[in-house]
């Protein structure tokens, strides 16, 4: 029988995550499915550890809280030790329903993928910020970008995958959930996408305090994601801009002196040169960096 391992990161949820892994227990014991559910406990000042633990889940806490990043390579680090056939990460807000685990693990099941994303883009959702939807749906179009494979949610927290999967480096503390789509897509695993439904929120998130908020750390993030995974363009296009401005610069200097014979002061010569060898250098640096990532 097929083992599987639900993992779950939580950080001061103990309103619901009871509720959750009561939810996912329900589900995984009527389709007949071996499964352990793991919680891992980022430093939460309420009772999420004590919640979780009555509940008949594994839980693993940090001494503090970490962040998403460091408690999804927890996450990994202690789901491959019960050596599961598939992994699948659950967030423990009840956003997701764990009805849909059965059709997100099936793929897998059935040796048509190695990683399967719940997406809400394809399935229904009840309740998103405007602002958030634009950077979520930019953010994928940027992963889509880089992977030449289309996502249309790359941020999901719902998702399965095989251990081989779990076993990726991932080494950001910002993108993550981007990173694991993207190795596994360039380390020539079959990714897929399944539509799942997202509910609305019960209270309010403590991850993001305001959309201006997010709407920062989103752009941040898809430069993070361009400098790391295509350096040549992210920094080609940087190089490109600077030499196209130390061209403009010096071609209004030659018009200068074409007409009046001067060249309206040698400190806009020496701008100029600057911009164009600045982006001569700039362009260079991304061909390094991008023949170091191969």
Not at 18 to 25: A, P
Not at 69 to 87: C, G, H, L, Q, S
Not at 112 to 129: C, H, N, Q, T, Y
Not at 168 to 196: F, G, L, M, R
Request: charged share 25%.
């Amino acid at each position: 029988m097929m083992k599987i391992v639900v993992t779950i990161p939580a950080y001061n949820e103990e309103k619901t995550i009871g509720k959750v892994i009561r939810n996912i227990k329900a589900i995984l014991t009527k389709n007949k499915l071996n499964h352990t559910i793991l919680v891992v406990n980022d430093g939460s000042k309420d009772k999420t550890k004590e919640v979780a633990k009555r509940e008949g889940a594994v839980v693993f806490s940090h001494p503090i809280n970490y962040g998403l990043a460091e408690t999804f390579r927890t996450e990994m680090k202690k789901a491959v030790r019960f050596n599961p056939d598939i992994i699948v990460h659950f967030d423990a807000d009840g956003q997701y329903l764990a009805s849909d685990i059965p059709k997100l693990i099936n793929p897998i099941i059935n040796k048509k993928a190695d990683l399967v994303l719940g997406s809400r883009f394809k399935g229904k959702i009840e309740s998103m910020p405007l602002i958030k939807r634009i950077g979520n749906i930019l953010f994928s179009k940027v992963i889509s970008n880089i992977t030449k494979t289309k996502i249309t949610d790359a941020q999901t927290g719902f998702r399965a995958f095989t251990k081989d999967i779990a076993l990726i480096d991932i080494k950001s503390n910002h993108t993550y959930t981007q990173e694991q789509i993207i190795k596994a897509i360039k380390d020539k695993y079959k990714v897929v996408e399944i539509p799942v439904y997202f509910a609305k929120r019960k209270d309010k998130s403590r991850l993001i305090k305001n959309s201006f908020e997010y709407a920062i750390k989103a752009w941040i993030n898809i430069l993070r994601t361009y400098r790391d995974y295509e350096p040549l363009k992210f920094f080609g296009y940087i190089g490109g801009l600077f030499i196209l401005i130390g061209l403009i610069l010096g071609i209004w200097i030659i018009m200068i002196f074409l007409k009046t014979g001067l060249v309206g002061g040698i400190p806009r010569v020496i701008l100029s040169s600057l911009f164009i060898i600045s982006g001569i250098q700039i362009f260079f640096f991304g061909f390094l960096a991008d023949m170091n990532r191969k």
